[in-house]
Every structure is written in structure tokens, then in C-alpha cells.
């Protein structure tokens, strides 16, 4: 199982969790501080969830490059790489070679905005990228972008001139894979969680799902419900302050 066990490599994707840098779109609902905190949830959630996925070398493909210390203690064992390229289409090229250049026979890149995606998922995707008669694999997202890619080569193709952050992605991806004739495996459609309709879409998908995972979103999610909920008062008419006032959370700080 030795050779097996280091035929993958299984990157994330990660930008440092830094306020104001990260999940803007879900600001509002969320403060900038809170955006920054839950993306530092979404990527120990990513470690935690590749951690357990057998026959994969775990790698962190991070920017930017003075954060290296801060995805050390992140993902703790994990390769660490510098992101390289200018948009996301180069970056992820260039991290694809890098994975091959390891001397790694596949590599398989995902991101950190789907939480709830199951570990099953990521296993699925190591045996799919091995398979003889598979060239790509592809995690689709409901939004028509994709949250996996793996290869055993890199092709320039499916990554110049993208229209990324699109609907367009995952289809524009499609049809150059096979006009390049190369055979796609598809994973389970997943969503992302971009828009402050994904993030309740989260919120309520977590709470009716039993279990501890995804461990970190979870518990910033129930926080947050806590720090939500109004302090109502009674109805003590002898008692009141005589400006209405109360603490700060009933004033819906």
C-alpha cells in the first residue's frame, strides 16, 4: 500500500483568513470579522475532512506567501504550496504541475466554500482519477462552477481563458474536455457557499443533519444563533427604566 498511498495528491485551495480579504459576498449578513471567521472554519473543516481520505498525500496550495505560518498550524503535516499564476484558472495549472511534479501520478484540487460535502465524495474522487478509463474528474456545483477537479496530466486547456466566477464554468469545462477527447467522471452535484442565501441554506442544512461534522462551521454557526437571539424582557410595568432601554443584545447589536 506504500506506492498507493502516495499516488494522489489532494490539494486545497486556501486564501489566509484575513478580515475584509475573504467572503466579502456574505457581507452583509455577516461583519467582515465574522466573514473572516467562518472562511478560518470552512479551511480546518477542508484539513479535517482530506485528513481522513485514504490513498491521498494531503497538500494546502495557500496564498498569500507571508501566510505560510498560519496554514503550518492550520493543517499540520499537510505539503504546503505557494499559489503561483494570476487568476484562478493559472493558479490552478500551475499547482496541478507542481502536484505531477512531485512525482505524484494524479492530483486532485478542491476548494473550501462546501462544507457539508461528505468525505465519501473526496474517496470516491482518488479512486475515480486512478481509473484507466477516466482523464478527469469533476465535483460540480449547483451554481455551474465545480468544487473538484483531478488529473493525471495537465491540460492547458481546461484552464485558459475561463470565464470563472460564472455559471458558464463547469459547461465551457466540459466541452473543451471533450474536444480534447478526454473521458470525464463526474462527482455528486454540491453547493458552494457564496451569498447569504447559501449561508442559511448551511445553517439549516447543519442543524438538521445529527452528528459533529462539519465541526468547526458548526460551531461558529451556533454562536452566532446564540449572539442572534433578542433578550425579551417581561412585562414588569413597576419595574421598568424609564428610557426603555435594556441590554445591548435587545437593542439587536
Keep these: 500500500m506504500a506506492g498507493a498511498e502516495r499516488a494522489v495528491g489532494l490539494a486545497i485551495m486556501a486564501k489566509a483568513p484575513r478580515v475584509g480579504a ?37 497538500i494546502v496550495a495557500y496564498t498569500p506567501v507571508e501566510a505560510r505560518a498560519q496554514f503550518e498550524e492550520a493543517a499540520p503535516g499537510f505539503a504546503l504550496i505557494p499559489q503561483r499564476g494570476g487568476d484562478l484558472g493559472e493558479r490552478q495549472r500551475h499547482l496541478i504541475e507542481e502536484i505531477l511534479g512531485l512525482g505524484l501520478q494524479a492530483a486532485l484540487v478542491i476548494g473550501t466554500d462546501s462544507p457539508t460535502l461528505p468525505r465519501e465524495c473526496l474517496d470516491e ?42 455559471p458558464a464554468v463547469l459547461g465551457r469545462t466540459l466541452e473543451r474536455a471533450q474536444r480534447l477527447g478526454l473521458r470525464v467522471a463526474c462527482l455528486p452535484t454540491w453547493f458552494d457557499v457564496d451569498t447569504g442565501a447559501d449561508l442559511e441554506r448551511l445553517r439549516v442544512e447543519v442543524e438538521a443533519t445529527p452528528g459533529v461534522s462539519p465541526r468547526h462551521t458548526r460551531e461558529f454557526l451556533g454562536r452566532r444563533v446564540v449572539r442572534a437571539v433578542p433578550v425579551v424582557k417581561s412585562a414588569n410595568h413597576e419595574h421598568h427604566t424609564p428610557d426603555g432601554g435594556g441590554t445591548a443584545a435587545s437593542r439587536g447589536r
Excluded: H, Q
Design 22 to 58: 475573504v467572503k466579502t459576498r456574505l457581507c452583509p449578513p455577516l461583519r467582515a470579522p465574522e466573514a473572516a471567521e467562518l472562511a478560518r472554519c470552512f479551511l480546518l473543516d477542508t484539513v479535517e475532512r482530506v485528513r481522513m481520505v485514504a490513498g491521498a498525500r494531503p
Design 125 to 166: 474522487a482518488v479512486s475515480l482519477v486512478m481509473a484507466p478509463d477516466v482523464d478527469v474528474v469533476l465535483g460540480p456545483t449547483e451554481d455551474g462552477g465545480y468544487y473538484l477537479i483531478g488529473l493525471r496530466a495537465p491540460y492547458a486547456a481546461l484552464f485558459e481563458d475561463m470565464p470563472w466566477s460564472t
